[in-house]
């Protein structure tokens, strides 16, 4: 039985749509990111879950009871917002403290609980501080320790790092996940962030317009996207347009050439396709008759131990990208003509 179950969910402001039937079933344990762009009803759906707002149909159901009529304090969880939501004239220790003081726990109980959590989320030495003398990351920790003092029922996380910088944002997600699993709860994680998305979770649900996308692990969405809108959305990817030549050999013309892909295996000659090329799976090599395709570097982009290298396919306009090790990509120049190479059996291939 799935522990968390939004059924046919759906909400609109005025004459917009913002939630189209959304279903997704959590297990208990289950890390889950909700992902999509700027808009996209993340939070609509979040604060839905958590009772701050009502579902226009739809119901939400928590162990196999519908609570979609609970008010928010009867639902118990706990909820980490984007902007530091502390309250700025309570310690540390006494924000945590506030969720159990609410439920009229005894003060020694409530204290032991403020220092345990204030202890899981790395900060037991910091509990006398008020707001404005701890960092952002800290905060957001200390937003944590909040929401899971009260053991809650659904952990709900609404872009709790994207205030934060770059290298902050990357320890305080690590130390998200291993709370999450140390304590098992249930979590929904709002973040616009495919890398953060893809690094923590145990699904991904990609969402697009008020509509789910796609549901599946970090390696399925990446690896398998079930559309160009998710194959976009979750990382560079170039879009090669080609014509299956032979469906039962598995042979597609692409700007002129023919290529192997295992994945043209029965479909019907004349198909439209797109392949999908993740710039980890592109191989450029020296000019060479074997090569799949040929194009010339226009560009180098420096990324540290990787560079990615944008070539113009011979042909046509259409790019692709390869990401590869610094140190080999310093040897091709820009302007040079290179082949184009991938495993046959790896890209994904769209239908157009
Ligand atoms: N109370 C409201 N009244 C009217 N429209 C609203 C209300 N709340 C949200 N919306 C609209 O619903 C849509 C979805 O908003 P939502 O906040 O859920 O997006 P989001 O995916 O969380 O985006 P972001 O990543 O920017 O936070 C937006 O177009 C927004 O303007
Ligand atoms: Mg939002």
């Known amino acids: 039985m799935s522990y968390l179950q939004l059924d046919a969910v759906a909400k609109h402001y005025g004459s917009r749509t913002v939630l189209r039937d959304?279903?997704?079933?959590?297990k208990a344990g289950e890390f889950v990111s909700l992902l999509g762009p700027s808009g996209c009803g993340k939070t609509t759906l979040l604060r839905i879950v958590a009772g701050f707002d009502q579902p226009d149909s739809g119901r939400v159901v928590l162990e196999g009871r519908d609570i979609s009529g609970l008010a928010p304090a009867k639902r118990q969880m706990g909820m980490v917002f984007q902007a530091y939501s502390l309250f700025p004239n309570m310690t540390a220790q006494e924000n945590v403290q506030f969720g159990l003081r609410v439920r009229r726990q005894d003060a020694a109980a409530q204290q032991k609980r403020?220092?345990?959590v204030l202890e899981l989320v790395g900060l037991a030495e910091h509990a006398q501080k008020y707001p404005h003398q701890l960092s952002g990351g800290q905060q957001q920790r200390v937003a944590l320790a909040r929401a899971l003092a009260i053991s809650p029922a659904l952990l709900l996380l609404d872009e709790p790092?994207?205030?934060l910088d770059a290298k902050v944002r990357v320890q305080l997600r690590d130390e998200i996940r291993r709370i999450q699993q140390e304590t098992g709860v249930t979590t929904l994680f709002v973040t616009h962030d495919q890398e953060e998305a893809l690094s923590i979770s145990d699904r991904v649900v990609v969402m697009h317009d008020g509509v789910l996308a796609q549901v599946g692990e970090p390696a399925a969405i990446y690896g398998e996207?079930?559309?160009?809108?998710?194959?976009?959305?979750?990382g560079a990817v170039a879009e090669l347009p080609g014509v299956v030549a032979d469906g039962s050999?598995?042979?597609?013309?692409?700007?002129?050439?023919q290529v192997a892909a295992s994945r043209a295996r029965g479909m019907a000659a004349g198909t439209r396709v797109y392949f999908l090329l993740r710039p980890e799976t592109v191989r450029l090599g020296p000019p060479d008759a074997a090569g799949?395709?040929?194009g010339t570097v226009i560009a180098r982009t420096f990324f540290g131990a990787l560079t990615s290298l944008k070539?113009?396919?011979?042909?046509?306009t259409d790019c692709v990208t390869a990401a590869m090790a610094?140190?080999?990509?310093?040897n091709i120049a820009i302007g040079s003509t290179v082949s184009v190479n991938w495993d046959p059996d790896s890209p994904r291939l769209l239908v157009a």
């Not at 050999?249 to 050439?257: F, K, P, S």
């Open 326 to 330: 610094s140190g080999d990509a310093a």
């Open 311 to 316: 070539v113009e396919i011979t042909g046509g």
């Open 114 to 116: 403020a220092r345990e």
């Open 292 to 294: 799949m395709l040929h």
């Open 225 to 234: 996207p079930a559309n160009i809108f998710v194959a976009r959305f979750v």
């Open 161 to 163: 790092l994207s205030a």
């Open 249 to 257: 050999g598995g042979m597609v013309t692409v700007l002129g050439r």
């Open 22 to 26: 959304v279903s997704i079933d959590l």
